[in-house]
C-alpha cells in the first residue's frame, strides 16, 4: 500500500508503529512506466514500452498459491489489513495475444471467485487487463499499460464507493517463480497513491517467504548511502524495480527506504533479518547468486560513493537491560502509522548503556505514552561477529536508538517542546549520555 509518509527516523521500531506489507512491502509512489500521464483534459494517456509483446504474461501460465495482503477499507484511511490464501490458474488464448485465470477463495466467510481476462493489442502493443467477481457480476473497465522489464504498470478509471479514481496494477515478475501483484487508487489524479492490495504468488509445494504476522526480526541493518550528485531518485528507482521483492524472498526484509532531511544525496534504508543465521545465509545467497544483483549491480555500485555507514542492530522489547534474550519485534511493527519517525541515536558514557535504557524504560516512554506522544521501541548493537566482512558495520557497544512516530512535522515539533520542558530539570540523562544525533528521514514506500 502507498504511504505518503515523512519520516524522522532513530534506531529504535515499535510495535505501535504498526500499520500494514506489508512487506511494507510495497511498491514506491513512482510511475515507472514513462508513457504514462494524465491528459489535461482528463484522459489517460499510456505509450507501451519498447519491450512490450505478447509473451510479456508468460510467466503466470500455470497453477498458483496465493498469499492475499487486502486493506479492510480503501480510501478512509484505513491501517488494518487481512491476510488469506487463495489459488489461481492461468492459460493463454486466442492464439496467444490473451490469457485468462480465475481466483478461488473466501471472503467473509462466503466462497469468492474472480476471473481476469488479458487481451494483447498487436497494433498499439498495449495490454488491457480486465476483471470480473463473483460477488458483483460485472466487467471493471480495464487497466492498460505494458512491461518494462520485469515491472508492468497498468491504469484505468473506475468507481469506488461512489468517487472517482485512478486504478493501477504492477506486476514483479523480477523472481518468475514468486511473482507479485499490486493494486493502489488515486483520487489525485495520480498525484498520490494508496496501495491496498498485495498478491504473494509461488507455485503448490514451492516454500512461500513467511507472511508478515510470522516474521520476527531479531536483526537489523541501518543502511546510510552517500550518493552521486543528482542520482537519488535514479537509485531509488533501480532500488525498487531490482532490490526490494528479490531481496524479500531471500529472508532479507527491505523495512523502510528513506530520503534524510538536509542531505539530498543521501539514501537511507533498513533491512532485517529472523536472526544472524538467517543473515549469515542471506548474504552470499543475495550477493553471489542472485540473479537480481548480477544484473543490477554494476549500475548500482557506480551510483553509489560510499555504503560503508551500517549500524548492526538488535530491538530491546521491553527489556531494562542488554541481557535479556532477544525474542524479536514482528515485522508489522515496521508498518509505520504517522507521517513523521524520529530517529535517535543516543551514545552512552562508558559502563552506562543499562543506565541508560532503564532511563528509558521507566521515564521516558511512560511519559510519552501518558501523554499519547508515541511509545518509543529501543535497539542496541548486535555485538555477534560479522561473518560477511565484504558488507563491514559499525557495532559500538554503548550505543541505543530510539524510534517514535508521531502525525507530521508539526506534530514532532509539539511534542519536543513537551518532552523539553517535562525533563528540563531531570539531570540523569547527562549524568548517562556521551552524545546524541537526531536524523530525519521521509519515507519513499
Known sequence: MKRSINLLLALVISPALVKSQQPALGPANENSMPGFSVAPNGGLEIKPSPTSSADDFDFLVGDWEVTNHKLKATLVNCTKWMDFPATSNMFKILRGIGNTDNFITALNGEPFEGRTLRLFNPET?????????????????????????????????NISKGRNIIEKFRWDKTDPDHPVWSQAFSTDEGKTWEWNWYMFNKRPGTVQVKNREEQRIKVMELRNYELRPGKRDEFLQLFNSNFTLSQENLGGYVLGKFEVKGSPDRFYWMRGFEDMEARSKYLPAFYYNSKAWKANRAEAN??????????????????????????????????????VVVAEYYWAKDNELDNLIGFFQTA???????????????????????????????????LLVAINSYKNEAAYQSAQKNIETHFAGNNELRKYLARKETIILYSQE
Open 125 to 157: 502493443k498495449l495490454w488491457s487487463i480486465y476483471w470480473a467477481a463473483s460477488n458483483s457480476g460485472v466487467l471493471d473497465a480495464p487497466v492498460v499499460g505494458s512491461f518494462n522489464g520485469n515491472i508492468g504498470y497498468f491504469y484505468g478509471r
Open 302 to 339: 557506480s551510483m553509489i560513493v560510499d555504503n560503508d555507514s551500517v549500524l548492526l542492530v538488535r530491538p530491546l522489547n521491553n527489556a531494562q537491560n542488554t541481557t535479556t534474550p532477544n525474542t524479536g519485534i514482528s515485522r508489522k511493527a515496521f508498518d509505520l502509522t504517522g507521517d
Open 364 to 398: 521516558y516512554r511512560p511519559y510519552l505514552q501518558s501523554r499519547k506522544l508515541g511509545d518509543v521501541s529501543l535497539w542496541v548493537s548486535e555485538m555477534a561477529e560479522n561473518d560477511f566482512p565484504k558488507l563491514p558495520v559499525i557495532q559500538n557497544k554503548n
